[in-house]
């Protein structure tokens, strides 16, 4: 390493304009690129928010890589060893352009598929994303020795770089995802890519220029101080780790706990890369005290109104104060380390570590916390660790710190084992208050991190477990594609007399539910319904229908089995097998076991294992995959749609099920059927009767001939009406999808 300052250099233009602007562009090609990508790789794997989770530890993993690669080059080699070096690699890795993914790339179907989904994102866009990453600490390495007055503290250009970073990603969805198909995205990535090399050649050119001065110049020299010591450097990657297992957990918690509302994984990564460029700006020493006061206040409502009693915000709200919580958490954590950032000649090794820390964060949400939990419970674990990580925690005696919450627990664990779950639940509003009451006094050990993280720790324990209790959940387990369970309820029927329920969540939502009187138990139910429209299509049809192929995209806990007449075939195609094991379970559900055991599951993605299926086999096809509240994008775009209609007879019909609490889907399918001269009819079906979970619900039906769908049009189960004009939307295509255009 160098040991000597460099003279001041002076020049025309300020290198600060082309190392920032440089940082600046390798920047949002690495935001561009990841969305870019996962949007690509969501059709093959179903529209689950694993997937983007899963390409999230790719990232951090090669960003890692790159940081290793910098911290490398800059510590075995002077600069102008350097420059030859790194010019040569991004020569080389030209060759690799244009990115696209591998031809063939076909996921696995019986098992997880995140250890493919890395292995295919490193063949598509390894290399280049390598190079990519490696820009930004190498890069201000650079600056370091260039010889300018603000080469001292080039930690500033990390703030350009987080900026870049940002704008990319929220102009991707806002602004290039409307405008531009992937296939020209990818060529205007790779244009952008070459635009990269020539600026770091730019960049190197200065370096260069600037050695050549140094040589001439006597330097003077610095002291850059003792290498940081160990306890440092861990405490580096635990402030780093931290924020990214947060990031990950409240993405994964706020699309299966709060709302499965479309692009919501922006809010966290916004807030995320905001934290950088706040605690890395010449602000930084004046917001990281407020971040600190406002924290354990915040914390407070936070705790009392998101996890305690959660039932009495909208999803809004609840989203905004998690939303809260994480960035203060987070500008803590990332205000802890800036402050603590070295001297320059050790800007490598601090950047190394840092990224280590955030790629083990992402590991550990990724391939550790689906094995060892059934629910999203890293995500409060890591709100708990945030609070412990606040400055001050060894100020204190730790084990006066840890004596309220340990008492707290166990009386807390006493009581529950006197009482039984009966008991719990009829004293369920003093337990409440109780809790709420013990979060009012976390704000008094504000000043003691322990004490402050351990109490908050209590708090949620006995929160998620009356939470449990008061679910009356039966079974919970989480597999790649979210977080399943099955949950027991009582409802009255008919005759005002108790009954039991079994429900299927997929998250928040409900995907299923079957009564369990004899009477009742193969009776469909919510979407599913008889009175509704999948139950009208097929009372419409009973004449002819007894020796029907009948194909259904999605199980849930298999309702529509019971539609099933002898003589028919029925395949039933899922993505996830943890949904197939439960609706076969009889202690949870009897749809398929009554009413259709011969039905054919097919585990995969739907349009992947239906372009298997011969063509014209098809009587129906039933669409009905969801991801908790949204139909996957790539099971409604143009080609899927001539996919399905390949796969159907002249006279089949098409049935979509398109219920939706964000999305205004019709207009999707309205301008397939007008652009591929098709007939559909839709029909938004509301309950008229009480009938026990009868829902409304929405649903399209399409042909290729007018005249089979009469039936539907003149029937007087139901208002089935013709599909309305769709005007103004870009057609959905593979290349193609938007959105922000459906939001209702």
């Not at 997880?112 to 190079?131: H, K, Q, Y």
């Not at 998101?306 to 500008?331: E, G, K, Q, R, T």
């Not at 166990?410 to 337990?431: A, N």
């Not at 969540?505 to 429209?533: D, F, M, Q, V, W």
């Amino acid at each position: 390493m160098n040991s000597a300052s460099q003279p001041i250099v002076k020049s025309a233009i300020s290198p600060v304009i082309p190392y920032a602007g440089t940082l600046f562009l390798s920047a949002i090609l690495m935001f561009t690129l990841q969305p870019m990508f996962g949007k690509s790789l969501l059709p093959l794997l179903g529209g689950t928010p694993a997937v983007w989770n899963t390409c999230m530890v790719f990232y951090q993993t090669l960003l890692f890589l790159g940081y290793l690669y910098a911290h490398w080059l800059s510590a075995r080699h002077g600069n102008l060893r350097q420059i030859r070096i790194h010019g040569a690699l991004l020569l080389l890795s030209l060759l690799a352009l244009p990115v696209a993914l591998p031809q063939g790339a076909m996921p696995p179907t019986d098992g997880n598929p995140a250890f493919w989904l890395i292995r295919t994102l490193f063949v598509a866009i390894g290399i280049p994303f390598f190079m990519v990453s490696s820009t930004a600490p190498l890069l201000q390495k650079w600056f370091s020795d260039c010889g300018h007055r603000s080469s001292h503290d080039p930690y500033f250009l990390y703030a350009a770089s987080n900026a870049g970073s940002l704008l990319a990603l929220l102009s991707y969805p806002f602004l290039l995802e409307p405008q531009i198909g992937l296939a020209d995205q990818r060529l205007i990535w790779t244009a952008g890519y070459g635009l990269l090399c020539l600026a770091i050649f730019g960049c190197a050119l200065l370096l260069w220029r600037s050695q050549a001065t140094a040589l001439a110049t006597p330097a003077e020299a610095v002291d850059a101080g003792e290498p940081p010591a160990r306890l440092e450097q861990l405490h580096w990657l635990v402030l780093a780790f931290v924020p990214s297992s947060l990031l990950l957990g409240l993405t994964q918690f706020i699309s299966t706990d709060i709302a499965s509302v479309p692009l919501l994984w922006i809010v966290p990564l916004t807030l995320y890369l905001l934290s950088f460029i706040l605690v890395f700006s010449k602000w930084a020493d004046r917001i990281h005290p407020l971040m600190l006061t406002a924290q354990p206040a915040l914390l407070l409502v936070f705790i009392a109104y998101s996890f305690i009693n959660p039932a009495v915000l909208p999803y809004w709200l609840d989203l905004i104060l998690h939303s809260l919580a994480f960035f203060l958490a987070i500008m803590v954590c990332h205000g802890e380390l800036a402050k603590r950032r070295p001297h320059p000649q050790h800007l490598t090794r601090f950047y190394l570590i840092m990224s280590f820390g955030g790629m083990l964060g992402g590991m550990f949400n990724t391939f550790i916390a689906p094995f060892i939990f059934n629910s999203v419970y890293e995500y409060p674990i890591m709100i708990v660790a945030a609070l412990l990580l606040r400055p001050g925690f060894f100020a204190g005696k730790w084990y006066l710190d840890i004596l309220f919450p340990l008492l707290v627990l166990i009386f807390g664990l006493g009581v529950y084992g006197l009482l039984s779950d009966d008991r719990l639940f009829e004293y369920m509003d003093i337990i409440g208050g109780a809790l709420i009451l013990l979060t009012g006094l976390t704000y008094t050990v504000r000043n003691s991190p322990l004490a402050l993280g351990s109490l908050t720790g209590v708090i949620l324990v006995f929160t998620l477990g009356l939470h449990g209790l008061a679910s009356n959940t039966l079974y919970q387990q989480r597999s790649f594609f979210g977080v399943l369970s099955v949950r027991e309820t009582i409802i009255a029927d008919e005759n005002k007399q108790p009954e039991t329920v079994h429900e299927l969540y997929h998250g928040t939502t409900k995907h299923g539910a079957e009564r369990l009187t004899a009477a009742a138990i193969n009776t469909p139910l919510t979407y599913y319904s008889r009175p509704g429209p999948i139950g009208q299509l097929f009372a419409e049809f009973d004449k002819e229908d007894q020796h029907w192929k009948i194909g259904s995209v999605g199980l849930g806990a298999g309702a529509l089995a019971c539609y099933a007449r002898e003589g028919q075939e029925w395949r039933f195609y899922e993505i996830d097998p943890l949904v197939v094991d439960v609706a076969k379970n009889p202690a949870w559900f009897h749809y398929l076991d009554h009413c259709n055991r011969q039905a054919e599951m097919v585990i995969g993605d739907a349009r992947l294992s239906l372009a298997r299926e011969p063509d014209h086999s098809f009587d129906l096809l039933i669409m009905d995959a969801f991801s908790s509240d949204a139909v996957p994008t790539h099971l409604l775009t143009r080609e899927a749609l001539e996919l399905y209609l390949r796969k159907l007879k002249d006279d089949g019909l098409l049935a979509f099920h398109i219920s939706n609490r964000h999305l205004d889907l019709t207009k999707v399918l309205a301008d397939h059927v007008h652009s591929l001269h098709l007939s559909g009819v839709l029909q938004k079906f509301k309950p008229v009767n009480d009938e026990p979970l009868v829902v409304a619900t929405d649903w399209v039906v399409i042909a290729k001939n007018p005249q089979r769908l009469l039936p539907l049009q003149q029937s007087r189960l139901g208002h089935w009406q013709k599909l309305p004009l769709s005007f103004g939307l870009k057609p959905w295509t593979d290349d193609f999808t938007n959105i922000i255009g459906i939001w209702k």
